[in-house]
């Protein structure tokens, strides 16, 4: 059975500590060693559930126009984007809340939770 393990995002140079913010202030990711051979060309993250996150430094990073990543996150999600500045739309259907962002690399999310029922 797959399991998903990372997906990997390009970041222009320059932009990897804005980026690395994103990953962890606002969805959560813990900052992780890359091996000594990917110092300065990768960073890696990581969430709770084992999924990471690679970031991959290129100098033609050009982000794609629809592709994006989706992850489940927590109410407090909006309230984050807001604090980091980061515009977003939200929609959903039913229970599920969808907030569409990119990140500071250009980089388009799907951040998706269900609502909470008392």
Sequence with gaps: MPRFHHANLGVPPG???AEGAFLVDVLGYRKMDVP???AGI????EA?????IHLSID?????AARAHTAIEVDEDVERRLDAAGIAYRSG?????????????AGNH???RRH????
């Excluded at 990768?42 to 993250?45: E, G, L, P, V």
């Excluded at 969808?98 to 990140?103: N, P, R, S, Y």
């Excluded at 609502?115 to 008392?118: H, I, L, V, Y």
């Design 48 to 52: 709770d559930d084992g999924s990471q």
């Design 15 to 17: 932009l990897d500590d």
């Design 36 to 38: 000594p051979d990917l």
């Design 59 to 63: 100098p033609d990073h050009r982000p």
């Design 92 to 104: 959903g259907r039913g229970d599920l809340a969808v907030v569409f962002c990119a990140d500071p």
């Design 109 to 111: 999310w799907e951040l």
């Design 115 to 118: 609502s909470q029922t008392p």
């Design 42 to 45: 990768a960073r890696w993250y």
